[in-house]
């Protein structure tokens, strides 16, 4: 079992940037591929952008490309997601999940466990 608690959501303006972070604690941490989801009123969850169990591989959804970036570090049992540039429509609830001996997971159904979520709105 792991669990998982988000932080670091809030309002801001267009063109602001917020960093949110993840923190696990429960299993081996380095055990997990992880993610980020985020899920807007009304619209379905959908995949964010993923990190391996090392750190070393990441991707990301074609939305975020380029103004956000997802990162761990093992050491602190935390994974991040440094968002910048944000836009009105990068409003939701962002969700941290992890994926047991995962590798570069982009669907919701390949993770194990799910963070309870932080709103990030961004106004414009």
């Known amino acids: 079992q792991v669990q998982l608690v988000e932080s670091g959501g809030g309002l801001v303006q267009a063109g602001d940037s917020l960093r949110l972070s993840c923190a696990a604690s429960g299993r081996t941490f380095s055990d997990y591929a992880m993610g980020w989801f985020r899920q807007a009123p009304g619209k379905e969850r959908e995949f964010v952008a993923t990190?391996?169990?090392?750190?070393?591989?990441?991707a990301y959804a074609d939305s975020v490309k380029g103004r956000f970036t997802i990162s761990r570090d093992n050491a602190k049992n935390t994974m991040y997601l440094q968002m910048n540039s944000l836009k009105p429509e990068d409003t939701a609830v962002y969700y941290c999940a992890a994926d047991y001996l995962g590798l570069l997971p982009m669907v919701s159904r390949e993770y194990d466990f799910w963070g309870q979520g932080t709103q990030v709105t961004v106004s414009s």
């Open positions: 990190i391996n169990r090392g750190g070393g591989r990441t």
